[in-house]
């Protein structure tokens, strides 16, 4: 019985020796993955050789006449000889105009950076159309299509005290729109990589003038 003991007792201990012994020293060679989860994948490196390509590059030049993901349409064409790089349209900053707050709390009005022009709120149209009224409505009701499969709980932009500043509840100010809009908020998903900065605000206005058509009886809310 005990010759077992010391036969299981030297096996161990050489299992132990084994896995640890070697702690500390250092090997070239490639260190054992069980689970390699994602470690290696096959991609291509920005500014390396790629044969893949045949311009034996692995970095792609933009395609002509397009802009990149979150940069603003150039005003001018880049032909032209005071022509500037095109601006990036995403958050880069803590300010009022990029985050909706000042300090730690909402603020409320356009930035200084904006006009609340025609443009402006026609974009904001457009945008909202495109990213919001599936679930808010057109209308601004909450009411959207997605209601039709089960998300009832969009918020009610016509709701009382929404636009009421007295009203804390329900009202929601401007730079506090534009912070769902950038981070989502419960069951609503961030926008904040979809749409640039100055499209948010141009939804805040639009929103704020649907708003008002609603409450003066202009636009219908069913
Ligand atoms: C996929 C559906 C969906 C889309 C698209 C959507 N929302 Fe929402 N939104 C919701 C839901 C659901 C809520 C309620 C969130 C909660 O309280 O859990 C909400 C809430 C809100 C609120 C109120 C948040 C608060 O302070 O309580 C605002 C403001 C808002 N959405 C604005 C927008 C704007 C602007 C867009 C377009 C950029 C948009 N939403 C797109 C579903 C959506």
């Not at 500014?47 to 150039?74: C, L, W, Y």
């Not at 009382?160 to 998903?189: C, E, Q, W």
Request: with cysteine; charged share 20%; aromatic share 12%.
């Amino acid at each position: 019985m005990l010759k077992y003991f010391f036969l299981s007792y030297v096996f161990v201990a050489a299992i132990v020796v084994a896995a640890f012994g070697t702690r500390g020293s250092k090997s070239e060679l490639p260190p054992i993955e069980i689970f390699p989860d994602m470690d290696h994948q096959a991609k291509v490196k920005y500014q390396v050789k790629n044969d893949f390509f045949a311009d034996g590059s692995g970095g792609r030049r933009p395609v002509n006449h397009t802009v990149p993901i979150g940069f603003e349409m150039p005003s001018k064409p880049a032909s032209a000889p005071d022509a500037k790089p095109p601006m990036f349209g995403f958050s880069n900053g803590l300010d009022y105009y990029n985050t909706g707050k000042i300090g730690d709390f909402y603020g409320d009005g356009l930035p200084a950076q904006l006009a609340a022009d025609k443009a402006l709120l026609q974009r904001g149209e457009r945008q909202y159309n495109i990213y919001c009224s599936v679930c808010h409505a057109a209308s601004g009701n909450g009411k959207g299509m997605t209601s039709k499969y089960g998300i009832l709980s969009a918020f009610n932009f016509h709701q009382a005290g929404s636009m009421d500043t007295k009203n804390p509840g329900a009202y929601r100010a401007d730079g506090a729109i534009f912070d769902v809009i950038t981070h989502g908020k419960g069951l609503m998903g961030s926008y904040g990589g979809n749409l640039t900065v100055r499209d948010r605000w141009a939804i805040v206005a639009y929103i704020r003038t649907l708003q008002v058509a609603v409450k003066e009886g202009n636009v219908s809310v069913q």
